[in-house]
Structure formats: C-alpha cells, structure tokens
C-alpha cells in the first residue's frame, strides 16, 4: 500500500515552545491530508483536514491558531503546535487519501508522532 | 466528534477462537472501513465496504454492513496472538469535506 511518513515520531518541549510535525506521501500524490488527535486507550478525534493549496478546515473546537497546519505541496503537510502546553501532549496522527482514489475513502496512516509537553 | 460507537470496548478471547466486533454510527454514510491499530503505532487499513454491499471477506476477516441498522460487525476468524490490538470502524460520507470518523474502538487481546 501507500506510504505515509511521518516525523518526528516523538519529541518532548519545553511548554510555551512551538512544535512541527511533518507529514509526507512517499509514492503517490494526496491532495487531501487529515490531522488527528488521540489520547491514550482512546479513539482518533478529527482535528482538521488539510487541502493542497488552500486553507484547513478545522473541526469544531480546535483551536486554528493553536494548531497551524499548512499543505504547500501535494506530498507534504505539517501541523505546528504552537505555544505548547502540558494539556497539549498527545498522540498526533496524520493520514493521507491517494488523489486518484478519492472516492475510495481508503485512507493511509503515518505512525505518529508524539508529543510531550513539560 | 465520533461517528460511531463500538461493542465491546475491550475484549478477551483464547488464540483459535473468533473475535467478532461491532460497530454502530449515526448518520448516512458512502462507506465503512475497519483499521487495525497496534499500540503506539499509526493505522492499518483492513477492509472497506461499500454502503451497497451487505458482507465482504478478506482472508480472516469478515465484515457485514447493516445500513437500515446502521451497524457493521467485523469478525477476525482462527484468532493468533498477533491479532492483539485496537479495531476501530470509521464511516465515510462524502460531502465537500470528504472526511473520515473513526468509531470509539475495541481493544483486542488473545491470549496464546
């Protein structure tokens, strides 16, 4: 299947500091990024969706200065969370749908990335 | 927010026995997928189903799709210990934002 990288998978921060998490398609072209959260024994709660080229659609609730997320080609999305604090640290997912496919619904997953926040 | 609920939240059986696992959501959807997720990792694609498919196989894998009941149930046939992990059922609806939502998962342990 497709392949999503995701990185950094773990990274701990000072809080008040700035994080970034990459997310990048390796073999295929996704116009279409999502951006998850989830807490531990948790499922995935959709924070935003990411569009090549164009503004995030944030879900209800999620903060879009906090979590700034940005979808400058077809292969790369990143989520920045800035000024990070302890109630921020979590499990940070991000997935990605193959342009040709994207009435499958068929989403590939990178292995996420998580934050702890001092 | 979720889509789904799952049942059970967490389940226990003997390695060879089946595991069945439900899945119910709210609204209309296109399609139902099942992921697979090993502690601390990304999600595994399983299987999709079509809204206007009623059951669908995959090796061990067994799925069927309700739509009047709005439920799906996925059952892992022959359990191994590798199958130890969280299944989540996602539905998908594509309206312009084309977004999956993942149901609340059930957490899968065999035991050798």
């Known amino acids: 299947g497709a392949v999503v990288s995701q990185h950094p998978s773990w990274v701990i921060c000072k809080s008040g500091t700035s994080v970034k998490i990459e997310c990048r398609s390796l073999?295929?072209?996704?116009?279409?990024m999502f951006w998850y959260r989830q807490f531990p024994k948790q499922s995935l709660m959709l924070m935003a969706t990411?569009?090549?080229?164009?503004?995030?659609?944030?879900e209800q609730g999620v903060e879009k200065d906090k979590f700034l997320i940005n979808h400058a080609s077809l292969t790369l999305s990143t989520l920045t969370v800035t000024s990070a604090h302890p109630e921020d640290s979590s499990f940070y997912i991000c997935?990605?749908?193959?342009?040709?496919?994207?009435?499958?619904?068929?989403?590939?997953f990178g292995e996420g990335s998580r934050l702890t926040v001092l | 927010s979720q889509q789904g609920e799952e049942d059970p939240q967490a389940l226990s059986i003997q390695e060879g026995e089946n595991a069945t696992m439900n899945c119910s959501y709210k609204?209309?959807?296109?399609?139902l997928q099942w992921y697979r997720q090993n502690s601390g990792r990304g999600l595994v694609h399983l299987i999709l189903?079509?809204?206007?498919?009623r059951e669908k196989h995959s090796g061990r894998l067994r799925v069927t799709l309700d739509t009047s009941k709005k439920s799906s149930s996925l059952l892992i046939t022959a359990s191994r210990a590798a199958d130890t992990a969280s299944y989540f059922c996602?539905?998908?609806?594509?309206?312009?934002?084309?977004?999956?939502?993942f149901g609340s998962g059930t957490r899968l342990s065999i035991r050798p």
């Open positions: 997935s990605a749908r193959e342009f040709r496919d994207a009435n499958t619904g068929e989403l590939f």
């Open positions: 073999d295929f072209q996704a116009t279409t």
């Open positions: 990411s569009n090549e080229g164009s503004k995030a659609t944030y």
């Open positions: 609204t209309s959807i296109n399609n």
């Open positions: 189903i079509r809204s206007n498919e």
């Open positions: 996602a539905t998908a609806r594509y309206s312009s934002a084309s977004k999956i939502i």
